[in-house]
C-alpha cells in the first residue's frame, strides 16, 4: 500500500484539487467579508443602543426636574409661579390635563371645610382622651391619700 503522498497523481486529479483550493479560498474570503460586516453591524447597534439609552436618561432627568419643581412649588419652598406650575404640570401629564380653577377652587374649598371638620373631631377625641386620663389619675392620687 503506498502512502497518499507517495501516489503518482494524474492531472485531473491536480485539476480537482486546485478547484477545491479555489472554492475553499472563495469561500474563506466570503466568510471574512461577513465576519466584517457583521462586527460593523454590532457596532452601530451598539450606538444606536447608546443613543436611545441616552435619550431615555435624559426624558427621565427632565421628568425628574419638573417633578421637584412641582414638589418645591406645592411646599412652598420654590420660586415658581403659578402660571409655570401650572406649564410643568400640563408638561409633565400631557396636554390632556384641564386645568379648570373655579371648578379646582369649589372643590379645594369643599376639601378644606371637611378636613377641618375631621381636625375638629379629632381635636374633641384628644381633649376627652386627656380629661379621662387626668381623671384616671386624679382617682389614683385620691385613693393613695
Do not use: W, Y
Request: aromatic letters at 0%.
Amino acid at each position: 500500500v503506498q502512502s497518499l503522498e507517495a501516489r503518482p497523481t494524474n492531472g485531473h486529479e491536480d485539476h480537482l484539487s486546485n478547484g477545491h483550493r479555489d472554492a475553499q479560498d472563495e469561500l474563506e474570503q466570503e466568510l471574512i467579508g461577513l465576519r466584517s460586516e457583521l462586527e460593523l453591524e454590532k457596532q452601530r447597534s451598539t450606538q444606536q443602543s447608546l443613543g436611545a439609552e441616552r435619550s431615555r436618561r435624559t426624558a427621565a432627568d427632565e421628568r425628574c426636574m419638573v417633578l421637584q419643581a412641582l414638589r418645591d412649588f406645592v411646599t412652598g419652598e420654590g420660586q415658581l409661579s403659578e402660571a409655570k406650575a401650572e406649564e410643568a404640570l400640563r408638561q409633565l401629564l400631557g396636554e390632556s390635563l384641564r386645568l379648570e380653577k373655579d371648578v379646582d377652587l369649589q372643590n379645594a374649598e369643599r376639601l378644606l371645610k371637611k378636613q377641618e371638620h375631621c381636625h375638629r373631631e379629632e381635636l374633641r377625641d384628644l381633649v376627652a382622651l386627656c380629661n379621662q386620663e387626668l381623671r384616671r389619675r386624679d382617682r389614683s392620687a385620691s385613693e393613695l391619700l
